[in-house]
């Protein structure tokens, strides 16, 4: 993004990916393909999507406070990636395709 100065289209191509690729997840028969395309997306994603954001967040919060985003940035993405989690458990357990059904 930084070779062709376009940071806005990468973080939204990034996006749009992982949207596509959750679609075709939950659209999905079981079956080995859609897991692997799935995959690919996701893999794109972190290519156009995360190192992209990453790297924005100096230009979104300035150069003298680049520190502070990155700290907030992680704690973020920490906190998210322990609660999505257990939500998504705590709502497995309660639907008809929980461990006991």
Not at 64 to 81: C, D, E, F, P, T
Request: with cysteine; charged share 10%.
């Amino acid at each position: 993004s930084d070779r062709i100065g376009r940071r806005s289209p990468c973080l939204a191509l990034g996006s749009f990916l992982i949207v596509i690729g959750f679609f075709v997840l939950a659209n999905s028969s079981g079956g080995g393909g859609s897991v692997w395309i799935a995959s690919i997306l996701f893999s794109l994603q972190y290519g156009f999507g995360d190192t992209v954001s990453y790297i924005a967040i100096r230009f979104i919060v300035g150069a003298h406070r680049s520190g502070i985003g990155y700290g907030i940035y992680g704690v973020l993405g920490n906190l998210l990636a322990t609660v999505v989690p257990l939500v998504g458990g705590f709502i497995m357990e309660g639907s008809e395709n929980g461990i006991d059904n």
